[in-house]
């Protein structure tokens, strides 16, 4: 039975036979059938048999099956070898001297070919570039799954980063300047040298900065993987030499190494179960020693309800009336100073209160809770605090600032 991968190769090639014939025009004439429509590019395209560098370009046929083609013909004056950017631009510059000496001694058809061919090469190297580009992305997403072993994914990534780095090597010798000068006034020369070429350099030194960042990040990943199974190694080992070895309970340990401290604490609340009858006795004891009602809790029992009627001491109305009227003269006080804060706490230093200063603060958030909706919107505040030392959550007000709007 066929796999997937030999039904898709079987397809593919059988495509290439149908389109034989505009394939080897194209390689040769360097050009599309005229008869040719959009619908049938569209499937070259999607075929990868063609493909178009920008939205304004013209179609070309991909690098692969180029050197498929010249391989199987052998035909050395379209063969190049595959070197390095330095090389192929070479190879450009010296076509742009030739097509300028065909044009300034007017020999028209002969500087069209090699326009062509400066395009050609300029798309072929633009090839290689997305070509490399892919090679390591898919090297990356895949996580260098072709090999098994950690060391091995460590050396395919440090030869990536070696690869990455011969690329952003070979880009940094292309020197915009010479090519603009190369090109001088020309249109056609300084669209591919100058526009095509530059914004593909550009976008592939993005993306090769990308590659080396995801390339670090993984390396850093793998080396985190390797040290930690080399201490699980180590310790394996250890173990074997010493069999009677017992690990301390790490979790009584006053410094928890972080190797052993990865799970933060849940947090467990336990509740007594009163059905288990081992703890009868001890629950009995318990209970027994809770003070809920004194110690005579018959005389409670037998006691008949009766009306309770609460007396206010004369003093204790005195100093209620006291409280409103500082209060009163406090906030008629903010209304003299026209909206500026003033300190409930240094204006308690300047009157006498008969309470304590805490009892003052709260006196000055009551008033202020009483007020009408009307009033309360011209006064505002803002309550000065600090967690408490010892009962943790809870926070003590040290002063409040108090205003007119």
Not at 371 to 377: D, F, L
Not at 382 to 391: A, M, Y
């Amino acid at each position: 039975m066929k796999s997937e991968l030999e039904k898709a190769g079987l397809v593919f090639l059988k495509k290439l036979a149908d389109y034989a014939d505009v394939i080897i025009d194209i390689y040769l004439k360097k050009q599309i059938p005229p008869h040719y429509t959009e619908t049938d590019l569209e499937k070259l395209l999607q075929l990868h048999i063609l493909w178009r560098p920008n939205s304004y370009e013209e179609l070309h046929l991909t690098k692969a099956l180029r050197e498929l083609l010249q391989f199987a013909l052998q035909d050395e004056r379209n063969r190049q070898i595959d070197s390095t950017i330095s090389e192929q631009l070479a190879v450009v510059k010296i076509l742009v001297i030739h097509y300028k000496e065909s044009l300034n001694q007017n020999r028209y058809l002969e500087s069209e070919n090699y326009l062509t061919e400066i395009g050609e090469n300029i798309f072929l190297m633009m090839a290689t570039l997305r070509n490399n580009l892919r090679l390591l992305w898919s090297r990356i997403h895949n996580e260098f799954a072709l090999v098994a072993t950690l060391n091995a994914k460590i050396r395919e990534n440090e030869l990536a980063q070696n690869q990455t780095t011969a690329i952003l090597t070979s880009l940094e010798l292309i020197n915009f300047a010479d090519l603009a000068e190369l090109a001088g006034h020309d249109r056609e020369l300084r669209r591919l040298l100058l526009i095509t070429l530059q914004k593909e350099v550009e976008n592939c030194l993005h993306e090769l900065k990308e590659i080396q960042q995801r390339l670090l990040t993984m390396l850093g990943r793998f080396k985190q993987i390797q040290l930690r199974c080399k201490i699980i190694r180590g310790f394996d080992l250890f173990l074997d030499q010493h069999p009677e070895y017992m690990p301390h309970n790490y979790s009584e340990q006053p410094n928890l190494s972080p190797l052993f401290n990865q799970i933060k604490p849940i947090p467990i609340q336990a509740y007594p179960d009163i059905n288990i009858e081992a703890y009868e006795s001890l629950f009995i004891d318990l209970i027994q020693q809770i003070n809920c009602y004194g110690n005579n809790l018959n005389s409670l029992l037998e006691r008949k309800s009766q009306t309770v009627e609460r007396v206010v001491p004369q003093e204790q109305l005195v100093a209620v009336s006291l409280e409103n009227q500082l209060l009163e003269k406090f906030f008629l006080f903010l209304i003299e100073q026209q909206g500026q804060a003033i300190s409930a706490k240094m204006y308690y230093d300047t009157i006498e209160f008969p309470f304590d200063r805490e009892f003052w603060l709260f006196a000055v958030l009551g008033y202020f809770d009483r007020m009408s909706q009307t009033t309360k919107k011209y006064f505002n505040y803002q309550t000065i605090s600090q967690t408490h030392p010892i009962f943790n959550g809870n926070r003590l007000i040290e002063d409040i600032l108090v205003w007119m709007n």
